[in-house]
């Protein structure tokens, strides 16, 4: 647990470094394009989505690293997910100044406006309220492929390994390979077991 702990910490860390980095760039900004990504950001529901999206994920995360670690008994994960979610929400004004400098590095002033025109239209407004739906859809979609690949990659290699005279993979092995293999389909960091 101390370790899923400190990996935590680690992420938290990296996030408030790039925070400060990107925090130093909003001063620059025009006030118009800041005005624009403002609206922009409350159109698109980009923030407001947020705690939906801590509340689907979190959770998922969590029952990943229950599997992984077993020993560790459900009321101390019922915790750690009750205390990351909110400390996940707590923080999320943080969050701003940091999104508002990536939209201004990623996108022209002209371009930013032209997407508040779109998430101002009906296809926008759609977009917004059909994507928390539409991801949770592609995660389940995407890990269910990643494990039918992991699978098949685990028969090949034990049967190429064979036929070339290498050790198979061991039964242990599989469902680490199905793991790494879901979590790169659904854009989620392979969990190989590192936290045993």
């Given at each position: 647990m101390t370790k899923i702990v400190c990996y935590?910490?680690?992420?938290?860390?990296?996030?408030?470094?790039?925070?400060?980095?990107?925090?130093?760039?909003?001063?620059?900004m025009d006030a118009e394009k800041r005005a624009n990504i403002e609206v922009l950001l409350k159109g698109n529901g980009m923030l407001a989505n947020m705690?939906?999206?801590?509340?689907?994920?979190i959770p998922q995360i969590i029952g990943d690293f229950k599997k992984i670690n077993s020993e560790i008994p459900d009321k101390i994960w019922d915790e750690f997910t009750k205390v990351g979610i909110a400390e996940l929400k707590r923080s999320l004004p943080e969050l701003e100044e940091p999104v508002i400098a990536m939209y201004d590095a990623n996108f022209s002033a002209d371009e930013i406006k032209q997407l508040v025109v779109f998430y101002q239209s009906p296809v926008g407004r759609k977009i917004?309220?059909?994507?928390?739906?539409?991801?949770?859809?592609?995660?389940?979609?995407g890990q269910t492929w990643g494990e039918r690949a992991g699978d098949a990659c685990s028969r090949a290699h034990s049967c190429g390994?064979?036929?070339e005279g290498l050790r198979a993979l061991t039964p242990a092995v599989s469902p680490i390979i199905r793991r790494a293999a879901a979590a790169a389909s659904s854009g989620g960091?392979?969990?190989?077991g590192c936290f045993r």
């Open positions: 935590c910490g680690r992420i938290a860390a990296a996030i408030m470094i790039i925070s400060l980095v990107q925090t130093q760039g909003v001063a620059a705690p939906q999206i801590i509340d689907l994920l917004v309220v059909q994507l928390p739906q539409l991801a949770q859809q592609m995660m389940a979609m390994g064979k036929a960091r392979p969990r190989i």
